[in-house]
């Protein structure tokens, strides 16, 4: 089992909250990577990195941001949190030199 | 419009039985397809890689197969156990970037019932 690991597990906040979404992997990769998934639905990178001080956004819009300021980590931030916020989001690293993805546990979170 | 088609949306079998999830997908150029199994509340974990120029791929009792002709590939099942229900995610990656986009298919909800 791949060494990414996501806190918290469980959020439920209110409106207006900003929170943080942790992400960290012990496995030295470049790579990483946010994506937010709806029940039944697939997969959407809302943003990447490269490496450190490396970020960009993905596919999906998101009023999100990022951080990476050090290679295991990669926050994710929600200056003010609504109820279409309400997703699974789940963090991913690879290394460079492959084309395999590891994921974290995900982070459900509930915007009230 | 999803590039990534996966059938049945949902199937449910026996305990012991073999089964076989489908995976169709448009994305061009092609680099890889990779199945992920996502068991609920949990982030995907990776059952097979395979490239152009791989046809099969076996995985313990998952055994994965792709035509890159017909862009097709299935994932089969053998003798399947309670703890093979989860979600099967197909995944393809193009060529077009060094960041080698992924299309994620939206999963096959596997029930394996006792």
């Known amino acids: 089992e791949a060494d990414i690991y996501q806190t918290p597990r469980y959020l439920v906040i209110g409106t207006g909250k900003k929170i943080t979404l942790e992400c960290s992997q012990t496995?030295?990769?470049?790579?990483m990577y946010w994506y937010q998934q709806d029940p039944g639905m697939e997969l959407h990178l809302i943003h990447y990195s490269y490496g450190v001080n490396s970020t960009e956004k993905g596919d999906l819009s998101s009023e999100s941001t990022v951080s990476r300021i050090r290679t295991e980590h990669f926050p994710l931030t929600l200056e003010s949190a609504r109820p279409s916020h309400t997703s699974q989001y789940l963090c991913?690293?690879?290394?460079?030199?492959?084309?395999?993805?590891?994921f974290g546990p995900g982070t459900r979170l509930t915007v009230t | 419009k999803n590039q990534v088609e996966q059938s049945p949306q949902s199937l449910i079998i026996l305990e012991g039985k073999n089964c076989t999830l489908q995976c169709n997908y448009t994305v061009s150029p092609f680099s890889n397809l990779r199945w992920y199994k996502q068991d609920t509340g949990r982030g995907p974990v990776s059952l097979t890689i395979m490239t152009f120029s791989e046809n099969t791929k076996s995985n313990g009792r998952y055994t994965a197969t792709l035509d890159a002709d017909t862009k097709q590939s299935s994932l089969h099942i053998t003798a399947s156990q309670l703890s093979d229900s989860a979600s099967y995610i197909c995944v393809v990656s193009d060529r077009g970037s060094t960041l080698g986009r992924l299309y994620f298919g939206r999963g096959t909800q596997l029930t394996v019932w006792p």
């Open positions: 496995m030295g990769h470049d790579k």
């Open positions: 991913a690293s690879s290394p460079t030199e492959t084309y395999e993805q590891y």
